[in-house]
């Protein structure tokens, strides 16, 4: 079973800057061609961030372009999220999640983005 584990969130003043990282584990046999971080706000509704697939292709919300960057490698099941000036409206749980012939999720990491 393939588990998603991410780290890197915390309380970070307006304007700052956090690195959330993302690997998986259990992936033998498994490949995952999209990965992507998506976050969720205190309405509850999960949104997506960002996303790289196979080829290095990547997406970004409206919201975090010029701001937020995706990085990784789906062949090593792995994506990093580098989120600068960050705002008020950024907080949020921001979920790990992994494309094969499978969706699969993290548990979530929480980034409070408060003075």
């Known amino acids: 079973q393939v588990q998603l584990v991410e780290s890197g969130g915390g309380l970070v003043q307006p304007g700052g800057s956090l690195r959330l990282s993302c690997a998986a584990s259990?992936?033998?046999?498994?490949?995952?061609?999209?990965m992507a971080w998506y976050r969720e706000g205190p309405e509850k509704q999960r949104e997506l961030v960002a996303r790289i697939a196979n080829g290095g292709l990547i997406r970004y919300a409206d919201s975090v372009k010029g701001r937020f960057i995706i990085s990784g490698d789906t062949a090593e099941s792995t994506v990093y999220l580098q989120m600068n000036s960050l705002r008020p409206e950024d907080t949020g749980v921001y979920f790990c999640?992994?494309?094969?012939?499978?969706?699969?999720w993290g548990q979530g990491t929480q980034v409070t983005v408060s003075s």
């Open positions: 259990e992936v033998s046999g498994v490949n995952l061609y999209v």
């Open positions: 999640y992994g494309e094969g012939a499978r969706g699969y």
